[in-house]
C-alpha cells in the first residue's frame, strides 16, 4: 500500500470524518440537543417514577426496532442508488472540490446511528428484565434519545440527496460546455 493510499484510507475513516465534520459541529446541532433533552427528560422521568413515559416493552422494541431497519435499509439503497448514478469523473469532482467526504458522511452517521438504535433494542429485548432502575431508565433513555436523533439526521440525508443531485446538474451542465 502506498503512503497515498494508507493517508486516504486514514483519512476516511469514521473517527477522521467525525473530527472534520467537526464534534461541535454535531453537539451543538438541532437535532443533538432535541435528542439530549428527550434523553434528560426520559431519564429524569425513570428516575423520578413520574411515569410521564411509556415503558419501552417488547411491542415498543420491535415497533422500534422495525423502524429503525427499515429506514437503515433506505438509506443504504439510496446511497447504492446516488452513486450508481455517478461516474468515475463525477467523483473526481466531489473529490476536488472536497464535497465527497461530507455527503458519504451524512450517510455513515445516519446510519451508524440507527444501527446503534438496533443494537439498544436488541440488548434491552434479550437483557432479563430484572436489571436496576438506573440501568432500565439509562437504556430507555438511550434507545429514545438515539432514535430521535436519527430520526432527525434522516431529514439530513435527504438534505444531502437534493444537494447530490444539484452537484450532478452542475458538473452535467459544465461537461456540456
Do not use: H
Request: overall charge positive; proline content about 1%.
Amino acid at each position: 500500500m502506498t503512503k497515498r493510499d494508507e493517508s486516504l484510507t486514514k483519512s476516511s475513516s469514521f473517527t477522521s470524518q467525525i473530527f472534520a465534520y467537526g464534534i461541535s459541529r454535531i453537539i451543538l446541532s438541532p437535532d443533538f440537543i432535541i435528542a439530549s433533552l428527550l434523553f434528560a427528560f426520559v431519564l429524569t422521568d425513570k428516575l423520578a417514577n413520574w411515569g410521564l413515559v411509556k415503558s419501552l416493552d417488547a411491542d415498543a422494541l420491535i415497533f422500534l426496532a422495525t423502524i429503525s431497519a427499515t429506514i437503515f435499509a433506505i438509506i443504504i439503497t439510496a446511497l447504492a442508488i446516488i452513486l450508481s448514478f455517478s461516474s468515475s469523473k463525477f467523483v473526481a469532482f466531489l473529490r476536488k472540490t472536497n464535497k465527497l467526504s461530507s455527503i458519504m458522511f451524512v450517510f455513515w452517521m445516519a446510519s451508524s446511528t440507527y444501527l446503534v438504535v438496533l443494537a439498544l433494542c436488541f440488548l434491552k429485548f434479550f437483557v432479563s428484565a430484572n436489571v436496576p432502575l438506573l440501568v432500565s431508565g439509562l437504556g430507555r433513555a438511550l434507545t429514545l434519545g438515539f432514535f430521535t436523533y436519527a430520526l432527525l439526521q434522516t431529514f439530513y440525508v435527504v438534505a444531502t440527496l437534493i444537494r447530490f443531485a444539484q452537484f450532478l446538474n452542475y458538473f452535467e451542465n459544465e461537461r456540456a460546455d
